[in-house]
């Protein structure tokens, strides 16, 4: 039972160009929607976090863009960068104190 | 600062046979996790533990269980081991008071092979 949908499974793109990760969640008891970056061997590290009350958020190369009505949330990462290279996950809040992560998106940066 | 520690980071079993995978946390952090990593199914929950003391199911929990032994250690057990098992395994910690955020913390993982 899928309940964070996260969109494309793959992507390349072009060093300089923009990276775009979609996520969409079903109905959740949330506070806080954060994406999560991994490098292959390595276990996830948040990467950047939302919360509902704002609709976006900016740290240097990285936004998140939060869409409360249409339940979706989406990761940009502006000027790619080889080292931006990496597998990233959404994930939502569940009730009791759980994170449900989406099936992840593997990045390419080609430089 | 170790932050949360896995042992072991690498081991191959036959079918049936049990392990233990052991997790540590250094951060006095409350809630602490185990995860399963497959290709293209993400990050699933198989069991987590509120606080010491408690443990409660994921998504997946069938053919493990849990012991969370101190505020520090949660190990995850394997008691007999299918290929199905076969799978990247994380240990995670967090506490909103601690930290400030809902932020959970990574050990770098222990990577399991079921023959």
């Known amino acids: 039972q899928q309940q964070v949908k996260q969109s494309p499974q793959s992507l390349i793109v072009q060093k300089g160009g923009i990276s775009i990760i979609n996520c969409a969640y079903e109905n959740t008891a949330f506070d806080y929607f954060p994406w999560y970056q991994q490098f292959p061997g390595k276990g996830p590290a948040l990467l950047i976090a939302?919360?509902?009350?704002?609709s976006e958020k900016k740290e240097g190369r990285f936004t998140i863009s939060f869409n409360k009505s249409a339940k979706q949330f989406s990761l940009h990462i502006m000027d790619s960068q080889p080292g931006d290279s990496a597998t990233y996950f959404c994930a939502a809040p569940r009730s009791g104190n759980k994170l449900v992560f989406g099936a992840g998106t593997i990045l390419r940066v080609k430089s | 600062n170790a932050g949360v520690t896995q042992t072991p980071k690498f081991q191959v079993l036959k079918t049936g046979q049990s392990m233990t995978l052991q997790c540590a946390q250094d951060?006095?952090?409350?809630?602490m996790y185990w995860y399963r990593q497959d290709p293209g199914m993400g990050l699933r929950l198989i069991y987590y533990?509120?606080?010491?003391?408690?443990?409660d199911k994921g998504e997946v929990p069938n053919g493990y269980n849990v012991s969370r032994l101190n505020k520090r250690e949660f190990s995850l057990r394997l008691e007999s081991a299918a290929p199905s098992q076969t799978s990247v395994y994380f240990c995670?910690?967090?506490?909103?008071?601690?930290?400030?955020?809902?932020?959970?913390?990574f050990g770098e993982g222990s990577r399991l092979t079921v023959l």
């Open positions: 995670a910690s967090r506490d909103r008071e601690v930290t400030g955020t809902g932020e959970l913390f």
């Open positions: 939302i919360r509902p009350d704002v």
């Open positions: 951060m006095n952090h409350n809630s």
């Open positions: 533990s509120a606080s010491e003391g408690t443990t």
